[in-house]
Every structure is written in C-alpha cells, then in structure tokens.
C-alpha cells in the first residue's frame, strides 16, 4: 500500500505564490475564501499527492472538475461554451460577428465575485 505524502504550509504558500495568487485555470484573483488545493492527476485517476501534482484553483473550479483530468476538464468546459455560443447566436448569423455577443440575452454575472 503507498504511503500518503504529507504536503507542508510552506510548500502551498509557494504554489500560491508562484501561480501570482490566481487560479491556475481561469487566472480569476485567489483568496482564502476561494483558494483551494487540487490534484492536476486526480488520485482517483492514477495522480499522487506531491507537489509537482498540486495547483491551487478556485473552489468551485475545483468542484466542478471533479475527477476529471485537467484535459478532459477543458474539453468539457470548450464543449458547454459552444453549445451556449450556439445557442445565442441567431440563425444564418457569422458567430464570429463581435456585435451578435450575447445577442438578445441578459448579462451572465460571473459563478463568484472576489
């Protein structure tokens, strides 16, 4: 059976640091209340707990990631914002037309403000 390895304070504070206090997948400001440590390789899914293996994300990130790995995260994350481009661009319109952006929808607020 292996042996958990035991992460120091320090060594997270230096991740955080190193990251410049930002999620490592969406660069949004951490802090205490949103940071929150995560497995790039989950353990789940073949990934150790050390440190070349650990990022900080926010929160929620880190929540709806899941026991995804970081690849199929992004995958899923490119496929739902399609999807809803998709959705709020009119029929027959270029998407690519900057002035169709969120065309006839109300403004999403961001999952958490910080």
Same mark, same amino acid.
């Given at each position: 059976?292996? +042996?958990?390895? #035991?992460? +120091?304070?320090? %060594? ?18 951490l802090t205490p209340e949103t ?5 790039? %390789? ?41 999807? %809803?481009?998709?959705? #709020? ?8 037309? #900057? +002035?169709? %952006? ?9 999952l958490m403000s910080v």
């Open positions: 059976m292996e +042996t958990k390895r #035991s992460v +120091t304070t320090t %060594q997270i504070k230096k991740i955080i640091e190193s990251q410049d206090y930002r999620c490592a997948l969406t660069n949004r400001m940071a929150s440590l995560d497995h790039k %390789q989950p353990i789940s899914r073949g990934g150790t707990h050390e440190v070349a293996n650990l990022w900080v994300v926010e929160h929620v990130v880190n929540t709806a990631k899941g026991s995804l790995t970081v690849e199929e995260f992004i995958s899923m994350c490119r496929d739902v914002a399609r999807h %809803q481009d998709a959705l #709020s661009t009119p029929e027959g319109a270029d998407p690519s037309d #900057s +002035t169709l %952006q969120g065309a006839g929808q109300a403004p999403v607020p961001p």
